[in-house]
């Protein structure tokens, strides 16, 4: 996996794409021989807008490390791209010219609600784009299966979520500025197995828990939104129902005891 999350850096990277490809490659190649692995995974995630000269750099970019790649035989490349690349056009990932020169997509359908978002919500809403969330997991995934085959998008599902404090004690209210956090679906575990008050609420439109509790130091609500095995198994659905390349997940360590669990049907 080669991450970029500088924008800065990014764009200096892309401004001779076709060099940087081969001093990536130059680099990676001998690892990839010492060690026995035959994908390589590019995740190089821009936080702006992208131009659309930076789009078409991105791809020069990702056609040369292919090239460079399938010099070696049983080799694939992959591609990791925001679920919005799919419906916004000024993401880096320019999906339609770089589907023919990668094997998988890997659709991080998560960060749908962030640490520093104005309101509480869900990582990855599974429904309820345009009315709980402006955007949500199976639109993301419709979108993606009208641009590219099907077998090529793998959903990335995630093994957390985030908490904030808020005045309000409602669902989705606006976040105190500075708050917000992540919350792993281990510690959500033990914060419901260790706070008598807690209560884990399923939305059933999300499909993700929400808990809400007061802190009764500053007398500010804590809210925390987080995945569990119903989310699980929701994600699971949505690629079997489409026929999905797989699932990744992110990040392993931030499971609990049961968030996985639902992964062994799908296995089989």
């Not at 099907?150 to 908490?163: D, H, N, Q, T």
């Not at 197995?193 to 993700?208: H, L, M, P, Q």
Request: proline letters at 4%.
């Amino acid at each position: 996996m080669i991450f970029g999350g500088d924008d800065e850096k990014i764009t200096a990277m892309l401004n001779e794409p076709e060099i940087s490809a081969q001093n990536l490659m130059s680099d990676i190649s001998p690892l990839m021989d010492e060690y026995g692995f035959t994908d390589l995974n590019l995740d190089i995630e821009q936080v702006g807008d992208a131009s659309p000269s930076a789009r078409l750099k991105y791809t020069r970019f990702v056609k040369k490390v292919g090239d460079i790649l399938r010099e070696k035989e049983d080799t694939t490349l992959s591609v990791c791209v925001y679920a919005s690349s799919f419906v916004k056009e000024t993401n880096l990932v320019d999906i339609i010219n770089v589907e023919p020169l990668v094997d998988k997509f890997i659709v991080m359908a998560y960060d749908y609600h962030s640490i520093g978002s104005s309101v509480t919500g869900a990582v990855a809403p599974g429904e309820g784009g345009g009315a709980t969330s402006e955007f949500d997991v199976l639109t993301s995934i419709k979108a993606g299966r009208n641009m590219v085959p099907s077998e090529k998008i793998v959903l990335g599902i995630p093994l957390y979520g985030y908490e904030w404090e808020t005045i309000r004690n409602t669902p989705r209210s606006a976040t105190i500025p500075g708050t917000g956090m992540t919350i792993s679906n281990r510690r959500a575990e033990e914060l419901l197995g260790s706070c008598a008050t807690c209560s884990a609420v399923f939305d059933e439109t999300d499909k993700e828990n929400y808990i809400i509790y007061k802190n009764d130091q500053t007398g500010n609500y804590h809210q925390a939104f987080f995945p569990d095995s119903k989310s699980t198994g929701y994600k699971i659905k949505i690629a079997r129902d489409y026929k999905l390349g797989g699932l990744a997940l992110w990040a392993l360590g931030y499971e609990g005891n049961s968030i996985l669990e639902p992964l062994s049907a799908y296995l089989d």
